[in-house]
């Protein structure tokens, strides 16, 4: 483990100090019996693990969303679909490498898969743009929404981001057009449109991709109208009251299930999805074929009445619900 | 020459004299500062008579000058469960609301009705900017549902005047839900082959812009509306650089090709009258009143804007 989160810090001393150890007796040459202290030191860490991450706050949750190692888009896109074959741009201005998207087979059925994608080192991250996405980015996913539309092909979304970029040449083609624009393509798909936020679910970027017939969440993903320090500088007049916010909001997998936002909350790993990723791959791909054979056999006049009535109806209950 | 000659008397004499302006009846222009006696601006809908700045204007007073002689019909907007989240910053949620509510007069952000205009019948929606910045919560969600599905059932155009700073956040991911349930009502609309109009007001902004304030068939805002998904401010901050002068202001939009039309307040209604019936396939809107049945039989009334000379 490279990263570790503040409020991780003394589960890094104690899984540091045991790695240490096994080093130490590793390279000296009459070999000490290490192990049952180094043991005892991983038994420590496993409790804390276990503890620290029992109740996990809003504001921690955030953090653990936004983890650097947490596994991306295209990391579900490698190891959970075969033939993939990415499509660019939007055919009007250029291609956004914040959104990826494409054709692929989930279990041997083609789909389309669309995501955000963050990047996982400085150079991959600036090509992503951090997983913002900008106007090209939505009318790409438009563009593979229609065609998915047209072909009779399932549609997944990834979602992953911050939020949508906010940024002068964004706002001069029409950031906020071209959100509301994948909205309402989402909202027309005569094809099944099925959403996981794998990540950070950050407002309108988001919806653009997510107005779908089934919302899953990753157990420590958040989906949120704004940032918690965004909230905080507004409401609170200071950034720092974040955690506050982030309670405020509710913007956490467990409280949005309540709501009825999120229909299913996929559990993550002990530490959350940055301690496996692997695991956490293939949990959300039995979800996504579960998810995908309740909406099988439905035709496109019952998938699109489905969706409408979902989002009508949300939220008429509040937390009761 | 002493203190009290110096001092005193100056400033007794500069707290007396200084002329207060009557709440009622004076208001300063927001951007020229020119003094506005309330009947001048109330007659040119809060458009200054000195410098043509485009000051807010509440629901009400907008639909009264909007519809055939200010006569309206408000529709019911379904009432949705207060304080959903139990959501409390500084303030209570419900406290906020109230506050709201009493300065306002109003219930919530979003003035629906039913009524004509140039004797054409129209669905309005309207926001209320001074209702906690406009924002899109349930209600305005609710408010918007209402007169797509009002419109639907009159068979008329929706006519929407967007204002506000975007999302609720009081009522949080709730409000984001609002995005894909208005984009439903707009797709209504769009099934019923109705024209939806909107008019973006000053300021329209944030998830409302990314939403039905976007998804117009015609797209026309009033003169130097902010508009725009992320703000100035926030933009500054992430590029580092200063924006150019009138970004994401009307014109801007319109130059980029974001809008139709940039129409001055006291020409809208005009202009919506003209454009509502093209589209509803009716008859050229008459101006003025309606000629007595006899006069109707003997001229023929010349077109208002022909341009004769």
């Known amino acids: 483990m490279a990263h570790y989160l503040d409020f991780e810090k003394p589960l890094a001393e104690i899984e540091g100090k045991a790695e240490e150890l096994r080093a130490i007796a590793r390279q000296s040459d009459d ?71 494409g054709l692929a087979r989930l279990n041997d059925t083609p789909v389309m898969v669309i995501g955000h994608e963050k990047g996982h080192d400085t150079q991959s991250r600036l090509r992503r743009n951090f997983g913002m996405a900008r106007p090209e980015g939505y009318r790409k996913a438009i563009r593979l929404m229609e065609m998915a539309d047209k072909f009779g092909l399932p549609v997944i979304t990834l979602v992953d981001t911050p939020g949508a970029y906010p940024g002068k040449g964004a706002e001069e083609r029409g950031q906020s057009e071209a959100i509301a624009r994948s909205t309402e393509a989402c909202l027309s798909l005569g094809v099944p449109l099925v959403s996981v936020i794998i990540g950070e679910g950050g407002s309108g970027g988001a919806v653009a991709f997510a107005t779908a017939n089934r919302v899953a969440m990753l157990e420590h993903s958040v989906y949120s109208v704004i940032s918690p320090e965004g909230c905080a500088s507004i409401l609170w007049k200071d950034a720092e009251k974040m955690r506050e916010a982030a309670q405020a909001l509710r913007l956490t997998a467990e409280d949005l299930h309540k709501l009825g936002v999120c229909d299913r909350i996929i559990p993550e790993p002990l530490g959350g999805a940055q301690r496996d990723p692997e695991g956490t791959i293939r949990t959300v791909g039995r979800a996504l074929k579960q998810l995908l054979d309740e909406l099988s056999g439905k035709d496109a006049g019952t998938l699109r009445a489905d969706r409408r009535r979902k989002f009508l109806e949300l939220g008429s209950k509040g937390l009761a619900a | 020459m002493n203190w009290i000659s110096n001092y005193v008397r100056p400033r007794i004499n500069s707290i007396f004299s200084r002329r207060e302006v009557p709440d009622n009846l004076w208001s300063k222009c927001d951007d020229c500062g020119a003094m506005l006696f309330h009947r001048e601006i109330r007659d040119n809908l809060n458009v200054c008579t000195n410098c043509g700045h485009h000051m807010a204007i509440t629901p009400r007073d907008r639909f009264e000058t909007l519809f055939d002689g200010g006569v309206f019909a408000e529709i019911d907007v379904p009432e949705p469960v207060a304080d959903p989240l139990h959501f409390r910053d500084q303030k209570k949620y419900p406290d906020r609301m109230r506050s709201a509510q009493k300065s306002t007069g109003e219930k919530e952000a979003m003035l629906v009705a039913h009524g004509e205009i140039g004797r054409t019948p129209i669905v309005a929606a309207a926001q209320d900017f001074s209702f906690m910045g406009g924002s899109m919560g349930m209600y305005v969600g609710n408010a918007i549902v209402a007169a797509a599905e009002a419109a639907v059932e009159h068979r008329c155009p929706l006519i929407l ?135 109707t039989s003997t001229s023929s009334a010349p077109a208002e804007d022909s341009e004769t000379k």
């Open chain 1, 31 to 101: 070999p000490m019996d290490v192990e049952e202290e180094a043991n005892a030191l991983d038994r420590k860490a496993a409790d804390m693990l276990k503890s620290l991450y029992k109740e996990l706050t809003p504001w921690r949750k955030c953090q653990v969303a936004r983890h650097p190692e947490r596994p991306h888009c295209k990391d579900y896109i490698d190891a959970l679909f075969t033939e993939f074959t990415p499509l660019s741009g939007d055919r009007n201005f250029g291609e956004d490498q914040a959104v990826m998207g």
């Open chain 2, 161 to 295: 005047f967007s204002a506000a700073g975007g999302a609720r956040m009081q009522e949080g991911i709730l409000s984001l839900m609002q995005m894909p349930r208005t984009t439903v009502a707009v797709q209504m609309l769009k099934e019923a082959g109705l024209p939806y109009i909107v008019v973006l007001t000053h300021p329209t902004t944030g998830g409302v812009t990314a939403s039905y304030a976007m998804l117009g068939d015609v797209q026309i805002a009033e003169p130097n509306a902010l508009i725009c998904f992320a703000g100035p401010r926030v933009i500054e901050q992430t590029i580092r650089e200063k924006l150019p002068e009138g970004f994401q202001r009307a014109e801007y939009l319109l130059e980029h090709g974001m809008l139709d039309r940039v129409t001055p307040r006291k020409e809208l209604r005009g202009e919506l009258i003209t454009i509502t019936r093209m589209l509803m396939g009716l008859p050229p809107a008459i101006h003025g009143d309606l000629p007595s049945p006899d006069e």
